[in-house]
T-cell receptor, first 115, second 113 residues
């Protein structure tokens, strides 16, 4: 079975600072995709960033970037210049092409951005 | 472009009843996936529909069933509701099955009393 683990249940950061959220996963597959989703109190799951495992280059989206370490099976999310609107639950997720096209989620990290 | 929509927003049922949740996929998407998110946890995959056929199922009992219609909208039906079915039910659509990014709706909060 594929598993995704987020070891930080809660984190906080001061506005304008940088924070890194951790995620590890376990798989024997070679063809997979990794995602970070954000879930604010409004409940809607919003895509933050996507990484294809076959790409060595780390994905970036404006203030959001990932550190993808394939050998270590690690996929951390860095948020630069944190904003109050970044306060939310963050979920790491994986999709393995040979495992039913389903997203497997970690347990989430609650991020609080403080003014 | 219209995003993924779900109805109703909230629902309260009693144990043993049946419930139907609805999802309209994003324009141009032919694949819909359903997830159950218990309070304080990450979502769990229920099943996926591609072009009106079930295309994968998670570890949920048969009383969880679904449909996809020719316009790619979808329903999730749960029979014989149990207290543990209380959760946020999320629908996600994608352009195609496989590795395409899944875009989520706002969810339906189901409470079973």
């Amino acid at each position: 079975a594929q598993t995704v683990t987020q070891s930080q249940p809660e984190m906080s950061v001061q506005e304008a600072e940088t924070v890194t959220l951790s995620c590890t996963y376990d798989t024997s597959e070679s063809n997979y995709y990794l995602f970070w989703y954000k879930q604010p109190p409004s409940r809607q799951m919003i895509l933050v960033i996507r990484q294809e495992a076959y790409k060595q280059q780390n994905a970036t989206e404006n203030r959001f970037s990932v550190n993808f370490q394939k050998a270590a099976k690690s996929f951390s999310l860095k948020i630069s210049d944190s904003q109050l609107g970044d306060t939310a639950m963050y979920f790491c997720a994986s999709l393995f092409k040979n495992a039913g096209n389903m997203l497997t989620f970690g347990g989430g990290t609650r991020l609080m951005v403080k003014p | 472009e219209t995003g993924v929509t779900q109805s109703p927003t909230h629902l309260i049922k009693t144990r043993g009843q049946q419930v139907t949740l609805r999802c309209s996929s994003q324009s141009g998407h032919n694949t819909v996936s359903w997830y159950q998110q218990a309070l304080g946890q990450g979502p769990q995959f229920i099943f996926q529909y591609y072009r009106e056929e079930e295309n994968g199922r998670g570890n949920f009992p048969p009383r969880f069933s679904g449909l996809q219609f020719p316009n790619y909208s979808s329903e999730l039906n749960v029979n014989a509701l149990e207290l543990d079915d209380s959760a946020l039910y999320l629908c996600a659509s994608s352009f195609n099955r496989g590795a395409d990014t899944q875009y989520f709706g706002p969810g339906t909060r189901l409470t079973v009393l």
